[in-house]
């Protein structure tokens, strides 16, 4: 279906799209785009290509009735244009961090930037903290990438490295999401990026949020806060850095149209996701003395003697296939399911002296997300708990990572299945 795009307008199209350029040239998130060239856009998602200088004609193939619309002027604010000449004045490197509320466009102006950018000739570096909905590597994991070509989605990039967060939302896990993207930070400056843009979460309102974000632009020493609006609704971030000399900070406007996402599509999106991820992954045996664990207790202590066993099983009251002990905590796996009461935790704390007690079902270390990493703690992939053996204390996990490269477990708080479904998100440290 050939569409044609005047001269100075532009054309929004949602996925699942095919688009092919036929004629004249346009613009894709900072990108040009030439006869030729072919976009593919997903499920959930949405492109917006501009008309240049001339009039531009498009193919829209799907396998569904086209969703398109023709917007008058650019989907691209001059607003961005701008930020994207603000930076390349910047003092390099260069730290921005690009903040928004959820759907405002935030991974689409980090794209727009970098395009730009990298075409300048920068060394463009890109960490996404956002872990529900990740462009760089899968959900759960802040990602690094570097431009080494103009693309139309930031996970079109080469993954470069990662930390694990262990969940799809920072919320309750604040230091994590701190840590691992002054890591990544790091990694990008010690490679030379000149340019690193930081793509954050859609978490603005609340304290916890707050408290993130002032975190986050402080400890990255930020050189350009980017703030995307609909109507100043990010004052109350942006407020505490106004005074300060050597930020500068940039208000944008979010573009005239966006593809808004519901729960549904994002869930979807991590779904896809994680069952790519999965893809060809494999079954690995891990013996808990053999690699280290962070995260959680399970895999940190000794095994209960039979004694301790036996007085464990008369406080919960069923059979216990696994009971460990470590100075401040115990974790006790039951054959059968057990209501864990506030009688059963106190009785436990006391005989063992301990602030935790974990009491879980064997069945449920099944799905476990968990994070795998090298001796020097740098970050392998992601793994899914498919069973625990209490008897030779080694946990099966499928993984596509390669059991002989892993040295440290990293417990996750959502359960997965071998085809990606997103099951369930608990609390950390359950295990
Ligand atoms: N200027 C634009 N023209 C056309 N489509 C756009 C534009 N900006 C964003 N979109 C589309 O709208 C959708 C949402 O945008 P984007 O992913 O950038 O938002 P976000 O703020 O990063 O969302 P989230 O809070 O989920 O991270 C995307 O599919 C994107 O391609
Ligand atoms: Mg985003």
């Known amino acids: 279906m050939a569409i044609v795009v005047k001269r100075g307008n532009s054309i929004f199209v949602e996925g699942p799209a095919r688009i092919e350029i036929k004629e004249g040239t346009g613009i894709v998130f900072g990108r040009e785009v030439y006869p030729g060239d072919?976009?593919?856009?997903?499920?959930?998602?949405?492109?917006?290509?501009?008309?240049?200088?001339?009039?531009?004609?498009?193919?829209?193939?799907?396998?569904?009735?086209?969703?398109?619309?023709?917007?008058?002027?650019?989907?691209?604010?001059?607003?961005?244009?701008?930020?994207?000449?603000?930076?390349?004045?910047?003092?390099?490197?260069?730290?921005?961090a690009v903040l928004g509320d959820v759907d405002t466009g935030k991974s689409t102006l980090v794209t727009f930037l970098a395009n730009i950018l990298f075409k300048r000739g920068f060394k463009v570096a890109i960490v996404d903290e956002d872990v529900g909905q990740s462009d760089i590597g899968p959900p759960c994991v802040i990602g690094l990438s570097f431009m080494d070509r103009q693309i139309?989605?930031?996970?079109?990039?080469?993954?470069?490295?990662?930390?694990?967060?262990?969940?799809?939302?920072?919320?309750?896990?604040?230091?994590?999401?701190?840590?691992?993207?002054?890591?990544?930070?790091?990694?990008?400056?010690?490679?030379?990026?000149e340019v690193i843009l930081i793509n954050t979460t859609g978490w603005v309102y609340g304290r916890g949020a707050r408290e993130l974000k002032t975190l986050i632009l402080r400890v990255l020493r930020v050189n350009c806060i980017i703030a995307i609006e609909k109507s100043r609704e990010l004052e109350h971030l942006i407020a505490p850095f106004r005074r300060s000399g050597t930020l500068r900070i940039l208000r944008v406007t979010s573009p005239p149209r966006i593809r808004e996402r519901d729960r549904v599509d994002r869930k979807f999106l991590r779904e896809t996701s994680f069952e790519k991820y999965l893809r060809d992954a494999k079954e690995v045996k891990l013996k808990l003395d053999d690699v280290g664990i962070v995260y959680g207790f399970l895999g940190t202590g000794r095994p209960a003697t039979?004694?301790?066993?036996?007085?464990?099983?008369?406080?919960?009251?069923?059979?216990?296939?696994?009971?460990?002990?470590?100075?401040?905590?115990?974790?006790?796996?039951?054959?059968?399911?057990?209501?864990?009461?506030?009688?059963?935790?106190?009785?436990?704390?006391?005989?063992?002296?301990?602030?935790?007690?974990?009491?879980?079902?064997?069945?449920?270390?099944?799905?476990?997300?968990?994070?795998?990493?090298?001796?020097?703690?740098?970050?392998?992939?992601?793994?899914?708990?498919?069973?625990?053996?209490?008897?030779?204390?080694?946990?099966?996990i499928l993984t596509p990572v390669k059991a002989e490269d892993i040295a440290i477990i990293e417990y996750g708080c959502v359960k997965v299945s071998p085809e990606g479904k997103e099951e369930r998100i608990f609390h950390p440290w359950s295990v």
């Not at 002296?353 to 009491?359: H, I, K």
């Open 306 to 396: 039979p004694e301790e066993l036996s007085l464990i099983e008369k406080i919960v009251g069923v059979k216990v296939e696994y009971a460990e002990i470590s100075r401040d905590a115990v974790v006790v796996i039951t054959a059968e399911r057990v209501k864990v009461d506030a009688l059963m935790v106190s009785a436990l704390k006391l005989h063992f002296n301990c602030q935790d007690v974990r009491v879980v079902h064997y069945g449920d270390f099944k799905g476990t997300l968990v994070g795998l990493s090298s001796s020097d703690g740098r970050f392998l992939g992601l793994g899914i708990i498919s069973q625990f053996n209490p008897k030779s204390r080694e946990l099966t």
């Open 38 to 96: 072919t976009i593919v856009v997903k499920r959930a998602k949405a492109v917006g290509i501009a008309a240049l200088d001339r009039d531009l004609t498009v193919d829209i193939v799907s396998g569904v009735e086209p969703r398109y619309e023709i917007i008058e002027g650019s989907l691209f604010p001059d607003d961005w244009f701008h930020a994207a000449d603000v930076i390349s004045e910047l003092e390099k490197p260069a730290i921005v």
């Open 152 to 193: 139309f989605f930031l996970e079109e990039l080469e993954f470069y490295d990662g930390y694990f967060v262990g969940s799809i939302t920072p919320s309750g896990l604040l230091q994590r999401s701190i840590v691992g993207v002054r890591l990544l930070l790091d990694r990008a400056l010690e490679e030379g990026a």
